[in-house]
């Protein structure tokens, strides 16, 4: 069983950066992608980025599109997520998830298999 756990989470203020991780234990070969999503309070949960465990390809919603960057480490299993530039609007529960499913559009919240616990991060104004 795959178990996924996000850290560097904390408060900041509006403009600083911080960089979350996510280790994914007992990660099976058959690893697709791993994603970021995020959800602040009385919203619904949203993409944020993905990246595919092979090849180059990553994706980004508008709203962190040249202020994040997604990247991973394939010998440690873990993923990042740095995040640069941040804004009060990026307040929320930021969660890692890992898809199993080859081919499968990454923005998609339904696309993912495993998820971690999740990790608060808070900018302040």
């Known amino acids: 069983q795959v178990q996924l756990v996000e850290s560097g989470g904390g408060l900041v203020q509006a403009g600083g950066s911080l960089r979350l991780s996510c280790a994914a234990a007992g990660r099976t070969f058959n690893s697709y992608a791993m994603g970021w999503f995020r959800q602040a309070p009385g919203k619904e949960r949203e993409f944020v980025a993905a990246i595919k465990w092979s090849g180059s390809s990553t994706y980004y919603a508008d709203s962190v599109k040249g202020r994040f960057t997604i990247s991973r480490d394939n010998a440690k299993n873990t993923v990042y997520l740095q995040m640069n530039s941040l804004k009060p609007e990026d307040t929320a529960v930021y969660y890692c998830?890992?898809?199993?499913?080859?081919?499968?559009?990454?923005?998609?919240?339904?696309?993912?298999?495993?998820w971690g616990q999740g990790t608060q991060v808070t900018v302040s104004s």
């Open positions: 998830a890992e898809s199993i499913k080859m081919g499968v559009a990454v923005v998609r919240i339904s696309s993912y298999d495993h």
